[in-house]
T-cell receptor
């Protein structure tokens, strides 16, 4: 079963605008990761945030984690057309043997 | 190699035939994972290898699915007697091990069962 659920399912913005995607999960986690997928193929790791962290930055990416609400958000600032992709949050399963992915948010950035 | 590679990139097969999908992980990565992604969906975990052993096969959807790994390197996912619902992108990922949470994904194999 899927652990994370992203919201919204789809997001369309103009270049230069910020994009915010949210992820909710059900059980306790050790960490939460965000991945990007272009054209329905391989995923690229973006950022990992641990359960004892509240916020993390990487370039134009900002991730927050609220373990009390079991939610995370990914903010992409000053978006570019190249950011067009699907974004997935993933949490580790209890055994630590796999990642559990949500259905993803499809982001479209138009120039 | 520089990254995880998978072959073939695309596979079209007829219902009832067997298919083999190959994954070459990043050299030195002890952990290897197989996932399945149906159109418009997230990834479904299939199986996890640590070395050549598979301590977690819980995601394999039926006994038609099997996987093996040899030399702590290449892995093969085999689907026997394929069905149309097996059509999906099959993604392989590797990581340095249980203490390395980041998984590095291959480009996937797109399987279409007619």
């Amino acid at each position: 079963s899927q652990q994370g659920e992203e919201d919204p399912q789809a997001l369309s913005i103009q270049e230069g605008e910020n994009a915010t995607m949210n992820c909710s999960y059900k059980t306790s986690i050790n960490n939460l990761q965000w991945y990007r997928q272009n054209s329905g193929r391989g995923l690229v790791h973006l950022i990992l945030i641990r359960s004892n962290e509240r916020e993390k930055h990487s370039g134009r990416l900002r991730v927050t984690l609220d373990t009390s609400k079991k939610s995370s958000s990914l903010l992409i600032t000053a978006s570019r057309a190249a950011d067009t992709a699907s974004y997935f949050c993933a949490t580790d399963n209890q055994a630590g043997t796999a990642l559990i992915f949500g259905k993803g948010t499809t982001l479209s950035v138009s120039s | 190699g520089a990254g995880v590679s998978q072959s073939p990139s695309n596979k079209v097969t007829e219902k009832g035939k067997d298919v083999e999908l190959r994954c070459d992980p990043i050299s030195g990565h002890t952990a290897l994972y197989w996932y399945r992604q149906r159109l418009g969906q997230g990834l479904e975990f299939l199986i996890y290898f640590q070395g050549n052993s598979a301590p977690d096969k819980s995601g394999l959807p039926s006994d038609r699915f099997s996987a093996e790994r040899t030399g702590e390197s290449v892995s093969t996912l085999t689907i026997q007697r394929t069905q149309q619902e097996d059509s999906a992108v099959y993604l392989c990922a590797s990581s340095q091990g249980l203490n390395d949470e980041t998984q590095y994904f291959g480009p996937g194999t797109r399987l279409l069962v007619l």
